[in-house]
């Protein structure tokens, strides 16, 4: 496999357990936008033990994992207690606290950066990806996931019924923040270097985007969003060359066509964005979809036999 294959392989796993982190908290109700510091956590993590320590990778990026888990939950209490674009500031801050502590930290290497020893291909994050993803589809089915769909549909009858909402916001936060912290260690392995600018808003942002135009119902939406945002642009940089070049054939132009303006592909990127909004405003996957799709499944059999 090119490098360039297998470099788009590694930011799509990544960019899937990542989403994976945000979609979790995000499912029972609490917008995160500090996705980027849970990562940069991980990462830094990683990246300090293997740089300082030569531990091997699974132990790096297991503790990078657990260190941003912890501090998910023990900020998730003070956090979660705000809420609508209050509780969405404060997530934010949080990155930006996370970023300003690395930035101004030497023994992190401040704006340098740090150099990662150890390396992992591409296969690494794949396989890790397939397992968060099985993962986070077991979580849903499960009596857990059934408080989180609830506790996001309606708080009130969910607290009538029973259910610790506060516990399941701040477990559903703690988690996301570990799987964030995964794809973190997991970036910092796969490209042996990291820097704090890397892990910046814009970070948090799009993977929210991943995550809310996904789809916010049911497991599938992150992993339609995160495949989406990050295989598009991709695609749009080799179908765009020849676009142009069949609509110039088109008009009569003769000769050698150049390239098109890189800066199209996030143009056309951003159309379809507002698009999906407008037309799928829950998102490309949700659970009205599944239905619909397994009725006609379990339907097709019986049209057979009759």
């Given at each position: ?82 809420r609508g674009v209050y509780l969405v500031l404060a997530t934010f801050a949080f990155a930006e606290v996370v970023a300003g502590t690395i930035l ?134 080799t179908v765009l060359p020849q676009v142009k070049t069949f609509l110039a054939t088109l008009v009569g132009i003769e000769g050698p066509v150049g ?47 009759a």
């Open positions: 496999m090119s490098g360039y294959w297998a470099g788009i392989l590694s930011i799509l796993a990544i960019n899937v357990i990542f989403a994976y982190g945000i979609f979790l908290p995000v499912a029972t109700g609490q917008l995160n936008l500090g996705g980027a510091g849970f990562q940069a956590l991980g990462a830094y993590t990683a990246a300090y033990l293997s740089a300082t320590f030569g531990l091997p990778v699974p132990v790096t990026v297991g503790v990078g994992m657990v260190v941003a888990g912890v501090v998910g939950f023990l900020i998730a209490f003070p956090i979660l207690r705000t101004n930290s030497e023994t992190l290497g401040g704006a340098m950066g740090m150099s990662v020893p150890a390396f992992i291909d591409w296969d690494v994050p794949v396989i890790t990806a397939v397992a968060v993803t099985l993962f986070v589809f077991y979580l849903m089915s499960t009596r857990f996931g059934l408080t989180m769909r609830a506790t996001h549909d309606d708080e009130v009858v969910t607290d009538l019924m029973g259910v610790n909402i506060r516990m399941v916001q701040v477990s559903a936060f703690a988690i996301g923040g570990a799987l964030a912290g995964l794809a973190g260690g997991l970036y910092a392995h796969s490209f042996s270097f990291v820097e704090i600018q890397s892990f910046n808003a814009l970070v948090s942002i799009y993977v929210l985007l991943y995550v809310l135009l996904g789809g916010t119902q049911t497991a599938w939406g992150p992993l339609a969003g995160a495949a989406f945002f990050t295989l598009l642009p991709e695609l749009l940089r390239p098109p303006d890189d800066s199209w592909r996030f143009v056309i990127l951003g159309a379809l964005t507002i698009a999906m909004m407008v037309l799928r405003p829950e998102g490309l996957i949700t659970r009205t979809l599944i239905e619909r799709l397994r009725f006609r499944r379990s339907a097709a059999p019986k049209e057979q036999v």
